[in-house]
């Protein structure tokens, strides 16, 4: 596994170079390997020497030597790695030709013909890598080095044998120059066409997997939806019911007292079926307020939060009146970015419960205070009111939750917070120690710039 990263690593830091063009920048990769190699190999086999040296060859020597050899590697890969790519590779040519050559006059053409191969290369990485030019006076300078011995030559023996080598080495070089500068062009366009389309695949792949993604957790959000959808379905047809069959059973009561004219009965069932048809219009009043959030979202606006609980408590001034509950709003509060009706019914329904279930509470109170971090704003309503079980604390946002079904209210309001908050990529809950111990209740809202 670490392996792995490893060697993922230091693939990344091959490619990890300014070139643009596809092919330079695999033979880049390549080339830096085989320059690396080199570079351990000298500070390797210096180190072994270090140990091996006898007493009459100068350590400075040995020093320098490795030294320059080092310099020679590391320059190219250097080059290469700022994205010098053709200075790099006629570097590397020009070290062949020099080294080869010195190698030559050292000692003579026909003792070191095989190093010819490196002059080989060098033609080789100049009609593939850098261009025709390159390839022409690459071609031309080793010719002319290698031309030099038969002419320079006095014993004709030798001089025979010079000639030998040279128009092999000529001969077999110009016709690979030859082929390379006919047939080396369309290879690298042939490379270049193929990386290309490679990384259009690449880059397609990856389109497509996102997609595939995206119609995943799509389509887990609307099973999701599907599956809320029939709870709610259900619940609804339920609770519409309840006040439905409260009409139907006094209008019975009704005609019976009408029939047996009991006038004080009659003002009691008219009551009843009043009351519940109110019943019924609130619960249809919030449930179309339920269903429009998700559906109607009012563009989002910067909102100075302080203003919105004003307003939201001038909303529920009277109910605060009637209890004679004190709210207090921390000063300092951020501004907010979302849809501000929405936002203005959270904190209008959460004050509004704050109120309704305070019990016999004598000093009401509601503190609104807010927390801030990098992603969210953190609000707080807590009051000192009837607390909640720490087993409804989830129950209490479902549709139609009341813990005391005797109590005003139709059991949506948490329901439509809940949904608000979520509409605006936040998540609310509540904290309370239990019965009697206060209620607090606590949302966030992304902070600016985030979905
Ligand atoms: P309702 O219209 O009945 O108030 P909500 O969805 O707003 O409906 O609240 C659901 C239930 O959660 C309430 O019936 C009540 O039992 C409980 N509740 C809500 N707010 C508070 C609070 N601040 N303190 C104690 N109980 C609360």
């Known amino acids: 596994m670490k392996k792995q990263t490893l060697l993922s690593r230091f693939r990344t830091w091959l490619n990890d170079i300014p070139i643009e063009d596809p092919v330079n920048r695999q033979v880049t990769a390549l080339l830096q390997i085989i320059l690396i190699g080199m570079v351990i190999i000298t500070i390797v086999s210096t180190v072994v020497n270090l140990f091996l040296i006898s007493s009459d060859f100068p350590l400075s020597d040995l020093v320098i030597q490795?030294?320059?050899?080092?310099?020679?590697?590391t320059t190219p890969?250097?080059?290469?790695?700022?994205?010098?790519?053709?200075?790099?590779?006629?570097?590397?040519?020009?070290?062949?030709?020099?080294?080869?050559?010195?190698?030559i006059f050292e000692s003579n053409l026909r003792a070191k013909a095989d190093s010819l191969t490196f002059f080989t290369i060098g033609i080789l990485l100049a009609g593939l890598l850098v261009g025709r030019t390159a390839l022409f006076a690459t071609f031309m300078i080793t010719a002319g080095?290698?031309?030099?011995?038969p002419f320079n030559e006095t014993d004709p023996a030798l001089r025979l044998d010079y000639i030998a080598v040279a128009g092999n080495f000529i001969l077999l070089n110009g016709l690979m120059a030859i082929f390379i500068n006919s047939f080396g062009i369309a290879l690298r366009n042939a490379l270049n066409a193929s990386l290309h389309r490679e990384n259009?695949?690449?880059?397609?792949?990856?389109?497509?997997?996102k997609a595939e993604e995206k119609v995943n957790s799509?389509?887990?959000?609307?099973?999701?939806?599907?599956?809320?959808?029939?709870?709610?379905?259900?619940?609804?047809?339920?609770?519409?019911?309840?006040?439905?069959?409260?009409?139907?059973?006094?209008?019975?009561?009704?005609?019976?007292?009408?029939?047996?004219?009991?006038?004080?009965?009659?003002?009691?069932?008219?009551q009843r079926i009043a009351g519940a048809a109110d019943k019924m219009d609130a619960l249809l009043s919030d449930l179309l307020e339920?269903?429009?959030?998700?559906?109607?979202?009012?563009?989002?606006?910067?909102?100075?939060?302080?203003?919105?609980?004003?307003?939201?408590?001038?909303?529920?001034?009277?109910?605060?009146?009637?209890?004679?509950?004190?709210?207090?709003?921390?000063?300092?509060?951020?501004?907010?970015?979302?849809?501000?009706?929405?936002?203005?019914?959270?904190?209008e329904n959460l004050i509004d419960n704050a109120v309704k279930y305070m019990g016999d509470q004598s000093l009401p109170v509601i503190d609104i205070n807010?927390?801030?971090?990098?992603?969210?704003?953190l609000f707080r309503v807590k009051d000192n009111g009837i607390g909640i079980e720490e087993s409804y604390h989830?129950?209490?946002?479902?549709?139609?939750?009341?813990?005391?079904?005797?109590?005003?209210?139709?059991?949506?309001?948490?329901?439509?917070?809940?949904?608000?908050i979520e509409t605006h990529g936040g998540r609310v809950w509540v904290e309370s120690d239990g019965l009697g111990q206060g209620s607090t209740f606590c949302f966030t809202i992304p902070t600016k710039g985030r979905d």
């Open 218 to 270: 799509l389509n887990e959000q609307l099973q999701k939806q599907v599956a809320e959808l029939e709870r709610f379905t259900y619940t609804v047809s339920h609770d519409l019911r309840n006040p439905l069959v409260t009409i139907k059973g006094f209008l019975g009561m009704l005609n019976r007292d009408l029939q047996e004219n009991r006038p004080d009965k009659i003002q009691n069932d008219f």
């Open 66 to 73: 490795s030294f320059l050899v080092f310099l020679i590697f």
């Open 290 to 347: 339920l269903s429009r959030i998700g559906r109607i979202i009012n563009p989002p606006i910067e909102i100075d939060s302080l203003q919105l609980i004003e307003d939201a408590i001038d909303n529920v001034d009277a109910r605060l009146r009637s209890k004679n509950a004190i709210v207090n709003v921390e000063p300092n509060m951020p501004v907010i970015y979302g849809d501000r009706i929405r936002l203005r019914e959270v904190f």
């Open 77 to 103: 890969v250097i080059l290469l790695r700022r994205g010098y790519f053709r200075i790099s590779v006629l570097i590397i040519i020009a070290v062949f030709i020099v080294l080869v050559s010195a190698s």
């Open 200 to 209: 259009e695949l690449k880059a397609e792949i990856a389109h497509r997997k």
């Open 394 to 420: 989830n129950k209490i946002f479902g549709l139609f939750e009341k813990l005391d079904p005797t109590a005003e209210g139709t059991g949506i309001g948490l329901a439509l917070v809940k949904r608000i």
């Open 370 to 377: 807010v927390r801030e971090n990098d992603n969210n704003i």
């Open 145 to 149: 080095i290698v031309l030099f011995f």
